[in-house]
């Protein structure tokens, strides 16, 4: 079975701290992804990463960076959070049929 | 760029009810997944479709990649009230590393006991 985990469940930060939500999968998989999802809007992508040390920005990078080190791990990054990043955020990693499972997702509030 | 329509937002059936969801595109995909999310949880993937024809089952579920690649359904038979979350389909066209999933934006069903 492919396991995606996320580092917290739920994480609140205060206006202006540096975020870090952590990404890990247990399959060896090149391709990994970082995604927030908001009622009405779905799921909107952030980043991905197809290799180590690879990234590519998504549809709504502004704001986020990202950090792939080590395959198994894909870091998201909030330089300075705002109150409009208060989301779900969901990891995701992909096969080589291009099929792609989720994390357990992170419930960000910025205050 | 692409886009996929999941409608209606929300479905209501009674237990032991079928229910069939479609999901249409613009353009042209080569696979189709659909997942199926419960709240305050990540997706889990449910069915998987990589060729145009295809029919596949998972259970109760059973999905169809469209002839046209341009339409998917799924079919959940005799619902019970677990089979309650967002369902979501998700397409793909081109394959490789940098290829992205275009995803609805879901069907929230109910089921009535």
């Known amino acids: 079975d492919v396991k995606v985990t996320q580092s917290s469940r739920y994480l609140v930060k205060r206006t202006g701290e540096k975020v870090f939500l952590e990404c890990v999968q247990d399959?060896?998989?090149?391709?990994m992804f970082w995604y927030r999802q908001d009622p009405g809007l779905g799921l909107r992508l952030i980043y991905f990463?197809?290799?180590?040390?690879?990234?590519e920005k998504g549809d709504i990078p502004e704001g986020y960076s990202v950090s792939r080190e080590k395959k198994e791990r894909f870091s998201l990054i909030l330089e300075s959070a705002s109150t409009n990043q208060t989301s779900m955020y969901l990891c995701?990693?992909?096969?080589?049929?291009?099929?792609?499972?989720f994390g357990p997702g992170t419930r960000l509030t910025v205050l | 760029g692409q886009q996929l329509n999941q409608s209606p937002q929300s479905m209501f059936i009674q237990e032991g009810e079928d229910v069939s969801m479609n999901c249409t595109s613009s353009?042209?995909?080569?696979?189709w997944l659909w997942y199926k999310q419960d709240p305050g949880e990540g997706p889990v993937l449910l069915i998987a479709?990589?060729?145009?024809?295809e029919l596949t089952s998972n259970g109760r579920l059973t999905a169809q990649f469209g002839i046209t690649r341009k339409d998917s359904f799924l079919n959940i038979s005799a619902s019970i009230p677990s089979d309650v979350g967002i369902y979501f389909c998700?397409?793909?066209?081109?394959?490789?590393?940098?290829?992205?999933?275009?995803f609805g934006k879901g069907i929230t069903l109910s089921v009535r006991p």
């Open positions: 995701a990693t992909r096969t080589s049929s291009d099929t792609q499972y």
């Open positions: 399959m060896d998989h090149e391709n």
């Open positions: 990463s197809y290799d180590v040390k690879m990234k």
């Open positions: 353009s042209i995909f080569n696979t």
């Open positions: 479709l990589y060729k145009a024809g």
């Open positions: 998700a397409g793909q066209y081109i394959a490789g590393a940098n290829s992205k999933l275009t």
